[in-house]
């Protein structure tokens, strides 16, 4: 028996199809069996023809039944039937569970949440952007909606592109340099494949970003963890290392904050030029600097072409809009066209048009002073605060630079005792342990606060909270 409920948004036709072919996994309709034509069923269920035909030519593509001249519609007998899922199986499947639900939500029912390391909602352009996507959508033609994307990027953003980095980072390229792409995490999985054959182990921060560090394990990479001293990356250690290839944060190292001082980026080259190998610069943080003007970056002093510099926008402008891009050494360009001749970006062209609009009419460096002083005034509060309530009973690390700090405590708590203390006290802060390779080289004292996507407010708010729960009243 067919139930058609007119109360559900699910097409007619799926709703026959879907009915149909449950009776078929579940045995009602036995392999073999004749079905109802097209005719019948129509005037069973009270609906037109066509859309049983819809739904039977759905069954038939998809194996169940077949249509035999002279005996209409029948099941086809499947081997392995064990395999499938009943309906009320995938209903199972695809029901949220309530753990699911918890765990997205779970941040909601903390009072201060420390872990945002973004910018606020508040602070993102929507009223700019909702304007600039209506004028794109209506200036392009059909045919770029139905033309494949370039493959590297669009050649305007590129442009656009090269002149903001060119203006604030230092770094000189070609527009064909800058490889427009869809996050972190994709490319440097193009990074792992370009250098596959001839390498296989890569130097990486110790501690280090987990989720750059998993890519590249993942990727059937060695990762070879190294030490960090105050200004950045153990040299002693890298060279002793046979890894050909670093992966660095020297603006803002992830997470301690350290600043690479020019004396060792220009040992890093040289350790670069010596081993003929290759360093990735991994820009995290750039734009958030607040005790001097933002640091050079390590590509804009490279003679020899050794650094990828890796870029986002996610820090400074949104997540969501997944738009990251890399700059490629001129001597890199002839093997990427060669293994990637065949990819295409993986940001939409649409996506590229906006934010080449946005940077192209101004909009990008206003809103990077914008939040550049609300960063500002964000940090000099938390630190304030801190220092106001907690003082010399905590140590500060990676302050004036970036949307997060490092707090260690001398209190006898570890990190998982001053996580849980923090939670009773609905205050959500970071763990810092995940960012080691060698758990037993951290002092397991020190939590993460992210301050870029909270109010004022309740930062103030939030520090005599975490105050009272870690150091008492």
Known sequence: MIVINNETNVPIYMQIYEQVKEQIITGQIQGG????????????????????????????????????????????????????????????????????????????????NFRDRSISAHDFPLHIWKKLSNKCLSSISDENFTSYNSKSGERGLQIELMKYLNKSRGVSCNPEQIIISSGLEYTLSLLCQLFRKDLDQIAFEDPG??????????????????????????????????AKIVFVTPSHQFPTGAVMPIKKRLKLLDWAKRKQG?????????????DSKPIPSLQSIDSIGC????????????PSLRINYMVLPQSLLERYDRLFNKYRVSVSFIQQKILQQFMHQGYWDRHLRKIHL????????????????????????????????LMEFNNGLNEKELIERAKKNSVLVSPVSIFWSRPDKYSNNMILLGFGGMPEG????????????????
């Open 374 to 405: 609300t960063a500002i005034r964000k940090h000099d509060l938390l630190i304030r605060t801190i220092l106001e309530h907690m003082g010399d009973k905590v140590i500060i690390h990676g302050e004036n630079a970036g949307l997060h700090i």
């Open 33 to 112: 069996g004749k079905l109802p034509s097209i005719r019948t069923l129509s005037v069973t269920l009270n609906v037109s023809r066509n859309t049983v035909e819809s739904a039977y030519q759905q069954l038939s593509a998809e194996g169940y039944i077949e249509s035999k001249p002279g005996s209409g519609f029948i099941s086809l007998k499947l081997d392995s039937m064990e395999f499938l899922k009943s309906a009320s199986d995938r209903l199972v499947n695809i029901k949220e569970p309530e753990e699911i639900v918890h765990r997205v939500n779970s941040d909601k029912y903390y009072k201060y």
């Open 307 to 318: 650094v990828i510099y890796i870029g986002t926008f996610s820090k400074s402008l949104s």
């Open 458 to 473: 309740e930062i103030v708010e939030g520090v005599h909270a975490l105050k009272n729960a870690l150091l008492g009243n």
């Open 209 to 242: 970003y987990i989720g750059a560090r998993d890519i590249f394990s993942n990727n059937g990479y060695n990762v070879a963890p190294i030490s960090l001293e105050e200004d950045g990356i153990n040299l002693e250690e890298l060279n002793n290392s046979s």
């Open 278 to 290: 290759i360093i990735i610069e991994d820009d995290y943080d750039s734009e958030f600097r607040y």
